[in-house]
């Protein structure tokens, strides 16, 4: 029976990999909602990605800041939200160490201003909620990083490594801080790395893919031992969906794909899958691979036990990694021209100097 039953949707960040795939999964799924992504359209947006939404005549692209604050609150009074699913992130590892105060702006202060008007929205004078609710979504990397063993769960001491890490833990303590300061209606998730359509080609997935496709290297970092805990984008939107309509205010849940991989295994699985579709001899794409300078602090391994979600919301991921890399390769293959910008040339520039052009021991 669910707990909050969502009928004016504000979806930060919706022109991002997990925002797109989000929208894409519940506008057709919730029809008598209605939905405002707000999107500030950095290098990882594309709000084309959604026009096929459009005809729905329930779904409505707004671009704009989060740390903006009468623009948040302007909305806020033309639409009435009953739920905010926040996504909007800087949420690359490596542009948080180039520039970290991006991450601080986009990441700490947006969540806090949407928080701030979403309270000031919602809350009565004698201080109670109607059937609203504020999902904020983030990552395990909140946790640190594990060693060989070990798994994270919803009691893991907070321990973040990189600037974007860190940006990600101080916006769930201000989530938490306004649920115990105001009793406000928000429900958090952590989730393992996302993959699937639509992710911008600087992280690994995408990236292996076209390189290969192109006949570019594949850089992986140092040794390629790094372990990752690989979730299937639409899984997590099923999770997503199933947290904010049905769990309890103030909770957090850990969700999982249960696939862990070296990042060196899931690139040998990548590229093998790359030469089958293209009809190129199993290895010729292997030999791409270029081991090159570890990233700074590098989190060594991320996992997550995500029996607490199993267990209390009765959700579990339903993607094998075999059947979801399968079907990656394919829309990439397929949708080649998605991204009408794929060079960002300055920031390509900058991962060869600090990456690509000193080779590891
Ligand atoms: P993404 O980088 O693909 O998309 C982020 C979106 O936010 C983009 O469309 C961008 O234009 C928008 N945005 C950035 N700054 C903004 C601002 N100031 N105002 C409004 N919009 C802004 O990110 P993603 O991979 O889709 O991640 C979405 C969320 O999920 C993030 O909060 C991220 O921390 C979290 N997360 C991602 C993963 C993953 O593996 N991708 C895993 C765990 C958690
Ligand atoms: O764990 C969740 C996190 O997963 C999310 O919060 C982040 O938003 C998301 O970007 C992702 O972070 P990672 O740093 O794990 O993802 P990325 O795809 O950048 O890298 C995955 C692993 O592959 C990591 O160990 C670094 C390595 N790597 C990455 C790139 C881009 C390489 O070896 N070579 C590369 O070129």
């Known amino acids: 029976m669910p707990v909050h039953h969502p009928r004016r949707v504000l979806v930060t960040g919706g022109a991002g990999f997990i925002g797109t795939n989000l929208l894409h999964y519940l506008v057709p799924r919730w029809t008598d909602a209605s939905f405002v992504n707000l999107d500030a359209v950095t290098y990882a947006g594309r709000p084309s990605n959604l026009r096929s939404l459009e005809t729905s005549g329930r779904y409505r692209f707004e671009q704009g800041d989060i740390a903006d604050r009468e623009r948040v609150a302007a909305l806020f009074d033309e639409h009435g939200f009953t739920t905010v699913l926040h996504l909007a992130a800087e949420s690359h590892v490596d542009r948080s160490i180039l520039d970290p105060l991006a991450f601080v702006r986009t990441n700490v202060l947006g969540t806090a201003v949407l928080l701030d008007v979403a ?203 075999e059947r979801g890399l399968g079907e990656t390769v394919d829309w990439y293959l397929a949708n080649l021209g998605w991204l009408d910008d794929p060079q960002d040339e300055s920031y390509r520039a900058w991962v060869r100097t600090v990456y690509a052009d000193r080779p590891s021991a």
Not at 132 to 146: N, Q, Y
């Open 119 to 321: 309270r000031g929205a919602w809350q009565s004078a004698d201080g109670s909620y109607g059937d609203v609710r504020f999902h904020h979504v983030s990552t395990d990397e909140v946790f640190g990083s594990l060693g060989d063993t070990g798994m994270f769960d919803e009691t893991t001491p907070y321990d973040p490594r990189s600037p974007y890490a860190a940006s990600k833990a101080g916006s769930d303590h201000l989530v938490r801080a306004f649920v115990n300061t105001y009793r406000f209606p928000a429900v958090l998730s952590n989730c393992s790395n996302n993959y699937g359509p639509y992710q911008y080609p600087e992280k690994l997935i995408p990236l292996v893919i076209l390189n290969a496709f192109h006949g570019r290297e594949v850089p992986v970092y140092g040794t390629g031992s790094n372990v990752r805990d690989w979730l299937h984008v639409e899984d997590h939107c099923s999770a997503i969906e199933r947290i904010v309509t049905t769990a309890p205010t103030g909770s957090t849940y850990l969700v999982s794909g249960g696939e862990e991989r070296s990042n060196l295994e899931l690139v040998g699985l990548l590229l093998d899958l790359v030469d089958d579709r293209l009809g190129r001899p199993r290895g010729t794409s292997r030999r791409l691979i270029r081991f090159v300078l570890d990233r700074p602090g590098h989190d060594f391994r991320y996992a997550i036990d995500g029996s607490r979600l199993v267990a209390d919301l009765a959700w579990s991921p339903t993607r094998s990694l």
